[in-house]
């Protein structure tokens, strides 16, 4: 594991000589033509971007006093009543460092609230405004969310959520407008932001399951088909010469031994295999959320030379409240910064 920090530096190339036993055949293990393919490696451009996790947008006008809004809080590290401030805040931030592009990696609401997901677009219109382009994934918060309510003093009463149409219409300005191709089993994505890198957006959460009345499912995975959409862009990238980094909400692998056993719900089903089948196409860099913390783990495989990092970051409105620099170079190098938010107008010291 490699413990925060202000400063990461990785290489990106290396020879990829895989092969592996996964659940599900992929291509990359049974065709010879695809195995041809996964000799040659990837030219990465320049690019700088930012990474956003964890939202966790709050509309104020829902409830902020009372008991069951404080009985909320008691057992959540999230500043909800201060998310929007913080965001305008991190915005300011960033549209300073004038990136390429920016990522946010799922949970961009509270619980799903429709006015939430409205307050958010909000916040990263400005930052499209400044002239960078956004793209989103969804969270296990954001879709179908039974527990979007809103605080009564003693009691909570339900809210609209969204749907998955709903987030892909409200969103369209973040990823989908300019998508090369989406998979039709879930709301994941692959874009070209900086001319031959490309970045696969993919929803790892499972909204099509939660159920009214029941609490929406925290664990993330992909379907079969979405594995093999997954796979047939990786083989068309490759194809194409393009480099590939990968967005999503859960992590792909354990950042810390029993990270499974204890807290499966942030780890992605079949991690193994999904985390191999990405490394195997020369996949380097995986950007997550979901667990709240501000880590880098880099996986190696057995009997391979080929490498993955899972880049987690924390929630931009839970302390430390942190958000990720991101500087790509031609000479196969990532520099990964991490920057704080330290204060906002309300509280200055």
């Known amino acids: 594991m490699i413990k925060p920090g202000f400063l990461i530096v990785v290489g990106l190339i290396f020879l990829?000589?895989?092969?592996?036993?996964?659940?599900?055949?992929?291509?990359?293990?049974?065709?010879?033509?695809?195995?041809?393919?996964?000799?040659?490696?990837?030219?990465?451009?320049?690019?700088?971007?930012?990474?956003?996790?964890?939202?966790?947008?709050?509309?104020?006008?829902?409830?902020?006093?009372?008991?069951?809004?404080?009985?909320?809080?008691?057992?959540?590290?999230?500043?909800?009543?201060?998310s929007d401030e913080i965001i305008s805040t991190a915005v300011e931030k960033v549209i300073k460092e004038k990136p390429d592009f920016i990522l946010l990696s799922g949970d961009l609401t509270k619980d799903g609230e429709k006015t939430s997901h409205q307050g958010v677009i909000k916040a990263l219109k400005r930052l499209e405004s400044s002239g960078a382009n956004l793209y989103v994934v969804p969270g296990n918060h954001d879709i179908n969310n039974s527990e979007s309510l809103k605080y009564l003093g003693d009691i909570t009463a339900p809210v609209?959520?969204?749907?998955?149409?709903?987030?892909?219409?409200?969103?369209?300005?973040?990823?989908?407008?300019?998508?090369?191709?989406?998979?039709?089993?879930?709301?994941?994505?692959?874009?070209?932001?900086?001319?031959?890198?490309?970045?696969?957006?993919?929803?790892?959460?499972?909204?099509?399951?939660?159920?009214?009345?029941?609490?929406?499912?925290?664990?993330?995975?992909?379907?079969?088909?979405?594995?093999?959409?997954?796979e047939s862009q990786l083989i068309l990238a490759k194809k194409m010469k393009k480099a590939v980094i990968v967005l999503l909400h859960h992590g792909i692998m354990e950042h810390y031994p029993a990270n499974e056993k204890y807290y499966g719900g942030y780890v992605i089903d079949e991690s193994e295999s999904i985390s191999k089948l990405f490394a195997a196409y020369g996949v380097r860099l995986v950007f997550t959320g979901h667990f709240h913390a501000q880590d880098v783990t880099k996986k190696e495989f057995e009997n391979s030379d080929d490498f993955i990092f899972d880049i987690e970051t924390g929630s931009l409105v839970t302390a430390p409240c942190p958000y990720r620099i991101i500087q790509i170079s031609k000479g196969h190098q990532a520099t990964i910064k991490s920057k704080f938010i330290e204060s906002i107008p309300s509280r200055e010291d």
Request: charged residues 25%; aromatic residues 14%; neutral net charge.
């Open 160 to 230: 609209p959520t969204i749907n998955d149409k709903e987030f892909k219409s409200l969103y369209h300005e973040f990823g989908y407008k300019e998508a090369i191709n989406e998979d039709s089993q879930s709301l994941s994505y692959v874009i070209e932001p900086v001319k031959g890198l490309w970045v696969m957006a993919l929803d790892s959460c499972r909204w099509k399951e939660n159920k009214p009345g029941h609490p929406p499912i925290t664990d993330g995975a992909f379907s079969q088909k979405t594995q093999k959409w997954i």
């Open 16 to 82: 990829s000589l895989f092969s592996c036993t996964a659940k599900q055949s992929f291509q990359y293990q049974t065709s010879n033509e695809v195995k041809k393919l996964l000799k040659t490696n990837p030219v990465y451009p320049d690019a700088k971007f930012i990474v956003l996790s964890d939202l966790h947008f709050y509309d104020k006008r829902l409830g902020t006093t009372g008991k069951a809004f404080q009985e909320y809080l008691d057992d959540d590290r999230k500043l909800l009543v201060l």
